[in-house]
């Protein structure tokens, strides 16, 4: 996995760099100067998606923590770890989920409940980017009007729609963690028992069988979606391009669903800029323009990120601090 990330890593670097020797840097650094300190606005912006995701996630394991040990605060942090974990380290898109789930784990919560919420949020996510993909093609094919040059991208996009509804079956009325554990046991020995894997299996079916925070968590992915259209009409409208709230919508649709798709590519490195090129084109935003959006948008993830980064491993460095220290 480690081997696959630096690989994509090392190819999304090396489309970056053509993009950018392809286009006009000049004009790209022109766009950001005349964007200036009004883009850092950004940053305490991204609070509201961090927001949205962590109460749809606290509704999620209200369920099973009645005493509430999880508040919405320390969600709230849980969920721009993981955000930072996923953007800015070399780890496939489930690292972050991994980390949130030992971060919840803190709190003292079941592991198999809190690993039932993580892999609930991540089945509604996919399942909550289709629907929001949906809506960036019907924009885009509104505002562009052509359909022929989008039809493997439509086709490509029709023809997956089945993963996430099997995924949705499968988690429902299946036994996914048993099977996978019988899959690996022999390769991978006894790391987990086969008591814990039902355990795991019967909490996901049980979270899918709460349709009220099911729904409601969805909804406010959906939010937290549509809100990232913000960034790319205020960074727009800074550069002096200012744009509709479809084309805004369009655009981070469509290079959610680039990412999502080159997802073994570490924080989507030149997978984003390309897909911001490609539609930005044809909605009338320039190479520049869409190269210089994405800066924007990695360097938001940046001072996002990196606070987060460092309050996690602070905190991992004083749990540890107890069982360093030994008997004189």
């Known amino acids: 996995m480690r081997l696959t990330a630096y690989i994509g ?20 650094l022109h766009s950001l100067a005349a964007g200036g300190l009004n883009l850092l606005w950004l940053v305490p912006y991204r609070c509201v998606y961090f927001l949205a995701y962590a109460l749809g996630w606290l509704a999620l394991l209200r369920p099973v923590d009645p005493a509430r040990r999880a508040t919405l605060g320390y969600v709230f942090w ?30 003292s919560l079941d592991g198999p409940q809190v690993a039932a919420s993580v892999i609930v949020e991540i089945l509604l996510t996919l399942l909550v980017l289709y629907l929001f993909v949906a809506l960036g093609l019907t924009l885009l094919l509104e505002l562009h009007g052509a359909v022929a040059g ?38 991978l020995g006894k790391v987990a028992t086969a008591a814990e894997a039902a355990a795991l299996d019967s ?5 899918l069988g709460r349709p009220r925070p099911f729904i409601f968590a969805g909804a406010l992915q959906f939010f937290a979606f549509v809100s990232g259209a913000f960034e790319v009409w205020f960074a727009l409208r800074l550069f002096g391009h200012p744009v509709g709230a ?25 997978v984003q800029e390309a897909g911001l090129v490609v539609f930005g084109g044809a909605l009338g935003v320039d190479g520049e323009l869409a ?36 008997p004189s």
């Open 150 to 187: 989008y039809g493997r991208f439509l086709l490509a996009f029709a023809a997956s729609l089945p993963v996430p509804v099997a995924a949705l079956l499968l988690l429902r009325h299946g036994s996914l963690a048993e099977r996978v554990h019988r899959l690996l046991r022999p390769v």
């Open 203 to 207: 909490e996901v079916r049980a979270a």
């Open 9 to 28: 890593g090392l190819l999304g670097l090396a489309l970056l760099v053509a993009l950018v020797v392809r286009e006009d840097f000049a004009g790209v």
């Open 246 to 270: 479809g084309t805004a919508i369009a655009l981070e649709s469509m290079m959610q669903a680039v990412r999502h798709l080159a997802f073994m590519v570490p924080s989507g490195l030149g």
């Open 78 to 107: 849980v969920t721009s770890v993981r955000d930072a974990v996923d953007r800015l380290l070399p780890v496939a898109s489930v690292g972050g989920s991994v980390v949130g789930i030992r971060l919840m784990r803190w709190r």
């Open 291 to 326: 190269i210089a959006l994405s800066m924007v948008k990695r360097m938001r993830e940046l001072l996002c990120g990196l606070p987060s980064l460092i309050s996690w491993q602070w905190l991992e460095a004083r749990r540890l601090q107890p069982m360093l220290r030994t």
